[in-house]
């Protein structure tokens, strides 16, 4: 009796193990599909709404529409649905490589203080630099980028232990440098001799607000957006082989040392673009690739296209809600996530202490 | 002929602590070899020195007549697998997406698995009897499916010598009898095996040598009833003398049920 009773547990178990992941073409597509309807449904709200029929079939060229109508919808959200669908996924991707890198679901670009090591790059070069500009890319840019590979480096350095990077020292150590590059960046303002306009884009980078970016900033970050994803290509498979550990993935032939620093360098290449156009929105890079785990499995070469895409959704879809649910008043995105990542950081926090995973 | 492993007055330093010294010992084409030693004796570092991911001190380790030192790690990876004790994953991986990791040395840059590589994964599959697992979570697995899974990323490599660290640790008897079983079938596949083994009992009938590391003495290589000696093993294991019988008993008894 209690044989049949403990075999009909373990068969019970292996049906609930068995996991069958369905085909990543499958979610590629319908994620390609949501974010041309994202995209569609977003042109069409706001102030001056547009109902999406309309707007679809003028995009098809068959109706036209009127010479407001053009203005609000291509000059002014079109830019700003671009760079939150840009935000979202390259945040979402730098997340991605992240918890690679540290083996750690927990590891997002805002948790671990890459983000506010771009804002604070960034601020450099808005305080103090706002004029300089290296081979058409702004200094704001550049630092960006360089406050975020310093800043993860710090963490990365902090938080090993024998090889590992347990929840707790990776969280700590994310946290107080995070906390001291965004005060760091508060210090700056006294710094200011603009008196503003600097102010008011720190302002905004520390709420997490997507704005109105000019189509020139939309072409550098998409730049760095593109050769950053293109990157990450090869580094996906990479990723899924140091799952295994360092020492073993040293054995199978990859290069630890260099995979890690092209996954840092890349990693905060997305970063910077993303606090570019939106500072500090938290939560994205770990919500979303986590959402794809769970539908996709581990696998860093599916994850990759299906989470850029899901990444893009997500933020914009998030934005657009930020823009609309209080009008004519807009709230920053980065509140939205904040309130939508917040708890799930938590809960994922309490299942990584549940599994074997500190 | 050129022996497929050869350690030549291998040394290995961690720190100033000497752990190995002057090793020399010869894994021909298709042996399979028990490594035994007490506790911190070095069995671990000696099968990562034959991996190639440590560098001897001074000394050297040798693949076909070449030195490991001179390889890149990729190639050594076509032919050395090591499957290390503990494997611990952070995501939800499939048995299958680990032991496609099995094929990284074999993996262009930017290229993917191709059909000779699928081909290397079934046959793991099928060598290991895990198949049937392919799509749990390897981090759900029982100890033995594990250990199994580990084998199976190492022969999906296609080695011609595979290194086990300690493969029956922490499996219930019946696991280590089926991979003592596991071990006898792959060696009759012609794949060399060095393996450090805790559990002198499942050495005999299983392994053609033993290497005994022991503190005082150099490596001591033989035939499992060569060294399998009470005098020995109680040298080496720095066992009290008044459990000689304890000692004799456990391999005597193993030694009639094997006759």
Same mark, same amino acid.
């Given at each position: 009796?209690?044989?049949?009773?403990?075999?009909?547990?373990?068969? %019970?178990?292996?049906?609930?193990?068995?996991?069958?992941?369905?085909?990543?073409? %499958?979610?590629?597509?319908?994620?390609?599909?949501?974010?041309?309807?994202?995209?569609?449904?977003?042109?069409?709200?706001?102030?001056?709404?547009?109902?999406?029929?309309?707007?679809?079939?003028?995009?098809?060229?068959?109706?036209?529409? +009127?010479?407001?109508?053009?203005?609000?919808?291509?000059?002014?959200?079109?830019?700003?649905?671009?760079?939150?669908?840009?935000?979202? *996924?390259?945040?979402?991707?730098?997340?991605?490589?992240?918890? =690679?890198?540290?083996?750690?679901?927990?590891?997002?670009?805002?948790?671990? =203080?890459? *983000?506010?090591?771009?804002? /604070? $790059?960034?601020?450099?070069?808005?305080?103090?630099?706002? *004029?300089?500009?290296?081979?058409?890319?702004?200094?704001?840019?550049?630092? =960006?980028?360089?406050?975020?590979?310093?800043?993860?480096?710090?963490?990365?350095?902090?938080?090993?232990?024998?090889?590992?990077?347990?929840?707790?020292?990776?969280?700590?150590? $994310?946290?107080?440098?995070?906390?001291? %590059? @965004?005060?760091?960046?508060?210090?700056?303002?006294?710094?200011?001799?603009?008196? $503003?306009? =600097? /102010?008011?884009?720190?302002?905004?980078?520390?709420?997490?607000?997507?704005?109105?970016?000019?189509?020139?900033?939309?072409?550098?970050?998409?730049?760095?957006?593109?050769?950053?994803?293109?990157? @990450?290509?090869?580094?996906?498979?990479?990723?899924?082989?140091?799952?295994?550990?360092?020492?073993?993935?040293?054995?199978?032939?990859?290069?630890?040392?260099?995979?890690?620093?092209?996954?840092?360098?890349?990693?905060?290449?997305? +970063?910077?673009?993303?606090?570019?156009?939106?500072?500090?929105? *938290?939560?994205?890079?770990?919500?979303?690739?986590?959402?794809?785990?769970?539908?996709?499995?581990?696998?860093?070469?599916?994850?990759?296209?299906? +989470?850029? %895409?899901?990444?893009?959704?997500?933020?914009?879809?998030?934005?657009?809600?930020?823009?609309?649910?209080?009008?004519?008043?807009?709230? @920053?995105?980065?509140? /939205?996530?904040?309130?939508? $990542?917040?708890?799930?950081?938590?809960?994922?926090?309490?299942?990584?202490?549940?599994?074997?995973?500190? | 002929?050129?022996?497929?492993?050869?350690?030549?007055? &291998?040394?290995?330093?961690?720190?100033?602590?000497?752990?190995?010294?002057?090793?020399?010992?010869?894994?021909? !084409?298709?042996?399979?070899?028990?490594?035994?030693?007490? !506790?911190?004796?070095?069995?671990?570092?000696?099968? #990562?020195?034959?991996?190639? &991911?440590?560098?001897?001190?001074?000394?050297?380790?040798?693949?076909?007549?070449?030195?490991?030192?001179?390889?890149?790690?990729?190639?050594?990876?076509?032919?050395?697998?090591?499957?290390?004790? !503990?494997?611990?994953?952070?995501?939800?991986?499939?048995?299958?997406?680990?032991?496609?990791?099995?094929?990284?040395?074999?993996?262009?840059?930017?290229?993917?698995?191709?059909?000779?590589?699928?081909?290397?994964?079934?046959?793991?599959?099928?060598?290991?009897? &895990?198949?049937?697992?392919?799509?749990?979570?390897?981090?759900?697995?029982?100890?033995?499916?594990?250990?199994?899974?580990?084998?199976?990323?190492?022969?999906?490599?296609?080695?011609?010598?595979?290194?086990?660290?300690?493969?029956?640790?922490?499996?219930?008897?019946?696991?280590?009898?089926?991979?003592?079983?596991?071990?006898?079938?792959?060696?009759?596949?012609?794949?060399?095996?060095?393996?450090?083994?805790?559990?002198?009992?499942?050495?005999?009938?299983?392994?053609?040598?033993?290497?005994?590391?022991?503190?005082?003495?150099?490596? #001591?290589?033989?035939?499992?009833?060569?060294?399998?000696?009470?005098?020995?093993?109680?040298?080496?294991? #720095?066992?009290?003398?008044?459990?000689?019988?304890?000692?004799?008993?456990?391999?005597?008894?193993?030694?009639?049920?094997?006759?």
């Amino acid at each position: 009796m209690a044989r049949q009773v403990t075999q009909d547990a373990v068969a %019970l178990a292996s049906c609930a193990e068995e996991r069958r992941f369905p085909r990543q073409g %499958l979610w590629v597509g319908m994620l390609t599909i949501a974010l041309s309807l994202a995209i569609v449904v977003s042109l069409g709200v706001g102030a001056v709404g547009v109902p999406a029929r309309k707007l679809a079939l003028a995009l098809l060229g068959r109706e036209s529409l +009127t010479a407001d109508q053009r203005i609000i919808v291509l000059s002014l959200r079109l830019p700003r649905i671009l760079a939150a669908a840009l935000v979202g *996924s390259a945040l979402s991707v730098s997340g991605l490589l992240f918890q =690679g890198l540290f083996r750690n679901p927990l590891a997002d670009p805002y948790v671990i =203080g890459s *983000s506010g090591g771009a804002v /604070l $790059g960034a601020s450099v070069g808005v305080f103090l630099l706002s *004029s300089v500009t290296v081979a058409g890319f702004g200094a704001t840019a550049l630092l =960006g980028f360089v406050g975020a590979v310093c800043s993860i480096l710090l963490v990365y350095a902090l938080a090993r232990v024998h090889g590992r990077t347990p929840v707790v020292t990776l969280l700590l150590a $994310g946290f107080a440098v995070s906390t001291m %590059l @965004s005060y760091s960046s508060y210090f700056l303002e006294v710094l200011d001799r603009d008196f $503003g306009t =600097g /102010l008011r884009v720190l302002a905004s980078w520390l709420h997490g607000t997507i704005g109105q970016p000019t189509w020139g900033q939309l072409t550098i970050v998409t730049m760095m957006f593109a050769l950053g994803l293109a990157a @990450s290509v090869p580094l996906a498979r990479r990723l899924n082989t140091l799952s295994l550990g360092e020492e073993y993935a040293t054995h199978l032939g990859i290069h630890v040392q260099q995979t890690r620093i092209a996954i840092i360098v890349i990693g905060s290449m997305l +970063t910077a673009a993303a606090v570019a156009l939106g500072g500090l929105i *938290s939560f994205v890079g770990l919500v979303v690739p986590h959402m794809m785990r769970m539908i996709l499995g581990a696998d860093h070469t599916r994850l990759l296209p299906a +989470t850029a %895409l899901a990444g893009a959704v997500f933020l914009l879809l998030a934005d657009t809600v930020a823009r609309t649910i209080i009008a004519p008043a807009e709230l @920053s995105v980065g509140v /939205l996530t904040a309130f939508i $990542g917040g708890p799930f950081f938590l809960y994922l926090l309490r299942k990584t202490k549940q599994e074997t995973l500190l | 002929m050129t022996p497929l492993l050869e350690f030549d007055q &291998t040394s290995f330093c961690y720190g100033d602590r000497l752990i190995l010294d002057e090793i020399t010992g010869v894994v021909p !084409n298709g042996a399979c070899v028990a490594l035994i030693g007490p !506790n911190g004796i070095g069995k671990t570092t000696l099968l #990562r020195l034959a991996a190639g &991911t440590l560098s001897p001190g001074s000394g050297e380790v040798r693949l076909l007549g070449q030195p490991l030192d001179r390889l890149k790690q990729s190639a050594i990876a076509r032919s050395i697998a090591l499957v290390p004790q !503990n494997v611990d994953v952070p995501f939800a991986f499939t048995v299958e997406q680990i032991i496609e990791q099995g094929r990284t040395p074999f993996l262009r840059m930017f290229g993917g698995l191709q059909a000779a590589d699928r081909a290397a994964i079934e046959e793991a599959m099928d060598l290991t009897d &895990t198949r049937s697992l392919r799509g749990r979570i390897f981090n759900q697995l029982s100890g033995g499916e594990r250990q199994r899974v580990k084998i199976a990323l190492g022969l999906a490599q296609r080695p011609q010598l595979l290194l086990l660290d300690e493969p029956t640790q922490h499996l219930d008897i019946g696991r280590q009898l089926e991979m003592a079983d596991l071990i006898r079938s792959l060696s009759a596949r012609g794949i060399a095996i060095l393996a450090s083994m805790h559990d002198l009992t499942l050495i005999e009938g299983t392994f053609s040598s033993v290497w005994l590391l022991s503190p005082e003495d150099d490596l #001591r290589q033989g035939a499992p009833e060569e060294i399998l000696q009470p005098e020995l093993l109680e040298r080496a294991f #720095r066992c009290p003398p008044q459990h000689r019988s304890v000692l004799e008993e456990r391999i005597r008894g193993r030694r009639e049920r094997v006759l």
